[in-house]
């Protein structure tokens, strides 16, 4: 049906798909409905492995585990409505033929809503994708079915996938299970809430500006950002098919760090790239792993600022614990000065809607809501092009904000021509990095803020919507980046400094400091990010375990949310 006659449409759609997530969360067995049981407690505290090798050795039933997460993860969608496809009775009938002695043999596995599982929609949270069940398993569901596992929910994320919030109007608001007024992140928002509450220990989501980092630092999980081509990205729907300026990658989100170290060496000794041309044959590198274990003195960059946001005294002081734990350890760390970050977000920004925002637009039917982040982009890139420059030098001369002038300078929609310069823009600056890192810095790994704030509240990326600097630089460079969280927001000391000055920021910075309490905020999570090169997942995973030991010998690990 065609606009404005669709609206009635739209309504239909959301209030059927409601409905019948409803419907199923009602009709699940009694065991789903049940308290937690002691039995339920043993299974809760186990690490995957330790299930994989129960269910080898027939210990516990792949329903028995199934059950246990089911019910809880049912528990996180009261609290923070995070699902959204909810498969518990298919994955029931799976348990009973699954997989046994495979590497993730019978182990719950949830998947950001965007992922291909037969018999149910990939709305992407635009309503005009529902009512049309996928026939099949992508490629991703049918190695993970292979592997042993049991795929069991689907989560919510943000109409768009263009933000750090996750709201639709197909679903509904996903709320941070540490303080329901704040986002639990995006656009992968689902995952980091249904991990974080522990209604299950392992999923997968994607990444393109910081999607699967950016709700690990919100929610106080565990992710892994993978460079392109080592992890499956075939079998999913998407909000801009055919984007390519700044490839978005599939990764592994967990509850805990030993979780998300197994599940990825699980899923790379599937063979992915048997199942999935866009894999590269890399099997897992025991020598990498092996190397970055034995070496006795890492040489660690810090990236204290990337010059458009600095730090918001939560997440510094995060980062400084981390540095001073490293410090103790005997490792040498350098603040460093890299290729311009700002520079980055120019291009990655620019390359990423270089369509003029006029993809992810297509799918709305009228009325549907927007979130307020990509609706701010779309803002901006409808503005007749005079109009704009105008405003552009304004900015830059009256205002005298050279950061938000620039990103503004470019903001239109590209031809293949003009598209091809900023592509060749981003080789050229991806070989800077390169030479800095290699030549001048010789670094083993880097670490940074994961965002200049932490959690944003609902609908703040109207004013944050610039502000994922510090993730999406290295979706540009493609490196391998690791979130670990460290601490939480702590209103006594995580206050701005009196001589904090609001009106002296640039305007990519207001928008982010805008929404910057640490008394709203208190308790909750911050991390760091953890950085290494491009395909540098083992070094990456072994540093992130090198690093939490450090923390948990001088001054303690991060504290997962207790299961209710």
């Known amino acids: 049906m065609l606009p404005p006659f669709d609206y009635l449409e739209h309504r239909r759609a959301c209030s059927r798909k409601q409905a019948e997530r409803a419907t199923r969360i009602a009709n699940l067995p009694a065991p789903y409905h049940s308290a937690i049981s002691a039995p339920d407690r043993d299974i809760l505290r186990k690490p995957v492995e330790e299930l994989v090798q129960d269910v080898h050795k027939d210990v516990l039933k792949p329903i028995d585990i199934l059950r246990c997460y089911g019910k809880v993860a049912i528990r996180a969608h009261e609290r923070t409505n995070c699902l959204t496809e909810v498969m518990l009775q298919e994955a029931e009938v799976f348990a009973e033929k699954v997989n046994a002695k495979g590497p993730l043999a019978g182990i719950p596995i949830s998947l950001k809503d965007s ?211 490293l410090r103790v350890e005997g490792h040498e760390i350098i603040d460093v000065d890299p290729p311009s970050p700002y520079e980055a977000l120019v291009i990655a920004s620019t390359l990423l809607n270089s369509d003029g925002c006029k993809t992810f637009r297509s799918f709305f039917r009228t009325g549907e809501w927007n979130d307020p982040g990509a609706a701010q982009m779309n803002f901006y890139m409808k503005i007749p092009r005079p109009f704009k420059y105008l405003y552009y030098l304004w900015v830059k001369y009256v205002r005298r904000d050279d950061i938000w002038a620039g990103l503004l300078k470019n903001w239109h929609r590209k031809s293949a021509f003009e598209q091809w310069k900023w592509v060749a823009k981003r080789e050229a600056y991806k070989a800077r ?48 980046c690791g979130i670990i969280p460290v601490t939480h927001v702590d209103k006594a000391i995580d206050q701005l400094p009196p001589t904090f000055r609001f ?29 290494g090169q491009r395909l540098q997942e083992e070094k990456v995973l072994t540093i992130m375990t090198r690093i939490e030991d450090a923390l948990d010998k001088h001054g303690g690990r991060y504290a997962v949310l207790a299961i209710e």
């Not at 690990?216 to 565990?222: E, K, R």
Request: with cysteine; charged share 20%.
């Open 115 to 325: 992922i291909a599982v037969a018999g149910f929609d990939v709305s992407v949270g635009y309503s005009c994708n529902t009512g049309k069940a996928y026939a099949q398993d992508g490629t991703m569901v049918r190695i993970l079915r292979d592997a042993g596992a049991i795929p069991y929910v689907k989560t919510n994320l943000p109409v768009t996938l263009l933000s750090f919030e996750s709201t639709n109007d197909v679903w509904g608001r996903c709320t941070n299970p540490h303080n329901n007024k704040y986002s639990p992140g995006g656009s992968t928002g689902g995952e980091g809430a249904l991990l974080a509450y522990g209604g299950g220990r392992i999923g997968i989501g994607s990444d393109v500006a910081g999607s699967v980092r950016a709700p690990a630092h919100f929610s106080g999980i565990y992710s892994l950002r993978c460079s392109t081509g080592r992890w499956p990205k075939m079998g999913m729907n998407t909000s801009m098919p055919g984007q390519e300026g700044i490839p978005s990658v599939f990764s592994p989100m967990t509850r805990t760090l030993p979780d998300l170290v197994y599940f990825t060496k699980s899923m790379i000794s599937m063979k992915p790239w048997n199942y999935d041309h866009s894999v590269h044959p890399i099997e897992w590198r025991e020598a990498q792993e092996q190397e970055a274990n034995e070496k006795a003195k890492f040489r660690v960059g810090v990236l204290r600022t990337d010059g458009v946001i600095d730090p918001s005294p939560a997440c510094a002081r995060a980062l400084e614990q981390v540095v001073s734990a």
């Open 433 to 480: 990095w390169h030479d800095w890192w290699e030549q001048e810095a010789k670094l083993d790994f880097m670490l940074t803020p994961p965002n200049a704030t932490p959690a944003v509240p609902h609908d703040g990326m109207k004013d944050a919507v610039s502000s994922c600097g510090y993730t999406f630089l290295f979706n540009l460079l493609d490196y391998t």
């Open 503 to 531: 009106q002296d920021l640039n305007g990519v910075a207001k928008g982010a400091y805008k929404h910057y309490d640490a008394t709203a905020m208190h308790g909750l999570p911050v991390a760091v990010q953890v950085v």
